[in-house]
């Protein structure tokens, strides 16, 4: 999974629930992404990093808030977690210089 | 906006081709991909064409391009069972923004 570590890989949570997720790079890549797969809908952009400390929403960033204090780490944290964010949460990874998404192995979370 | 299409299901018998297509709307899009998922994995780069190319052949895989029509299809030679996957196609226009499509679902069959 192209130096991409997802972490947990799967979590069970409750409604009303504080949830981070992380993501963990060894490539130094510049950008970063946080996506949910859902039946359906595909691949789903909720935030992207384009650099350390700066990220811009994606098309479902409700939420959702990101962080991303260290090149290699980029947090994803679900403030309130609802049982519409019950998801697979991918985590992937580019460089402008190569113009190719690499992903991580994806996080399965349930909100009951 | 952008958009990705694809149908959803496909099915094959083992040692047959597989032809999946997707069609975008970017008319700038400049690099176009395609990803293999298998059951609870990340998605996986098969392989990606340039927007200047018609087609690129690797192994198995023929990617073709048309792109007055904006359609891309990835064929499968020799199917096998291994095979079995959902197959994404996504472009990007060269930015930070990559668009993929819904996924179709290859099943093979013995």
């Known amino acids: 999974d192209a130096g991409i570590t997802q972490s947990p890989r799967h979590k069970v949570t409750e409604t009303g629930t504080p949830v981070t997720l992380r993501c963990h790079q060894t490539?130094?890549?510049?950008?970063m992404y946080w996506y949910r797969q859902d039946p359906g809908h595909g691949l789903r952009l909720i935030h992207y990093?384009?650099?350390?400390?700066?990220?811009d929403k994606g098309e479902v960033s409700d939420g959702y808030s990101v962080s991303r204090s260290k090149t290699e780490d980029f947090l994803l944290t679900l403030e309130s977690a609802t049982s519409s964010q019950t998801s697979v949460y991918f985590c992937?990874?580019?460089?402008?210089?190569?113009?190719?998404?690499?992903f991580g192995a994806g996080t399965r979370l349930s909100v009951l | 906006g952008e958009d990705v299409e694809q149908s959803l299901f496909l099915s094959v018998r083992e040692g047959d081709s597989s032809v999946i297509n997707c069609t975008y709307t970017?008319?700038?899009?400049?690099?176009l991909y395609w990803y293999k998922q298998e059951p609870g994995a990340g998605l996986q780069l098969l392989t990606y064409?340039?927007?200047?190319?018609d087609m690129k052949q690797d192994q198995r895989l023929t990617v073709l391009l048309n792109k007055k029509d904006k359609h891309l299809s990835l064929r499968i030679a020799d199917t096998q069972t291994g095979d079995s996957a959902i197959y994404f196609c996504?472009?990007?226009?060269?930015?930070?923004?990559?668009?993929f499509g819904t996924g179709t679902r290859l099943k093979v069959l013995a």
């Open positions: 992937a990874i580019s460089d402008p210089t190569e113009n190719i998404q690499y």
């Open positions: 490539e130094n890549h510049r950008y």
């Open positions: 990093s384009y650099g350390v400390k700066d990220t």
């Open positions: 970017d008319s700038s899009s400049t690099y």
């Open positions: 064409i340039f927007s200047n190319m």
């Open positions: 996504a472009e990007t226009s060269g930015t930070y923004k990559y668009i």
